[in-house]
């Protein structure tokens, strides 16, 4: 049996946990890039969990190579236009040996006019 002050100690105790549940959910719902990363990582684990059937192997095999093989070309791809884009950035080894040329030219002219003055 309870006396009075126990039912208000309870409905206290339970009102602030309801805010508690509250005020978390809340905060889910602030950041939902957390609440994504969570659902995935909920997702991949459950995934592993569960024993894969011989026909889902049958069916989705030849779907992951197809993804597979075309994300491995899909980066060759980028790697190569990264590396021509690099490329056209950075001056050739000939039109670098020119400027380097030009200037220690400039810097041995410049030295035998200050010796001659």
Do not use: C, H, W, Y
């Not at 995935?40 to 993804?67: F, N, Q, S, T």
């Not at 791809?77 to 490329?87: L, M, Y």
């Not at 040329?101 to 002219?109: E, K, Q, R, Y």
């Amino acid at each position: 049996m309870s006396n009075g002050n126990g039912g208000a100690a309870a409905n206290q105790n339970g009102g602030s946990t309801r805010d508690k549940v509250r005020g978390a959910v809340g905060d889910i719902g602030d950041n939902p890039v957390a609440l994504v990363a969570g659902g995935v990582a909920l997702g991949v684990l459950i995934g592993m969990l569960i024993p894969r059937a011989a026909k889902e192997r049958e069916l989705l095999d030849p779907v992951g190579r197809k993804l597979a093989d075309r994300a491995s070309s899909v980066a060759k791809a980028a790697k190569e236009a990264g590396k021509q884009e690099i490329d056209a950035l950075l001056p050739g080894k000939d039109a670098t040996k020119e400027r380097v040329s030009a200037l220690f030219g400039s810097v041995v002219n410049a030295a035998k006019d200050a010796a001659r003055s």
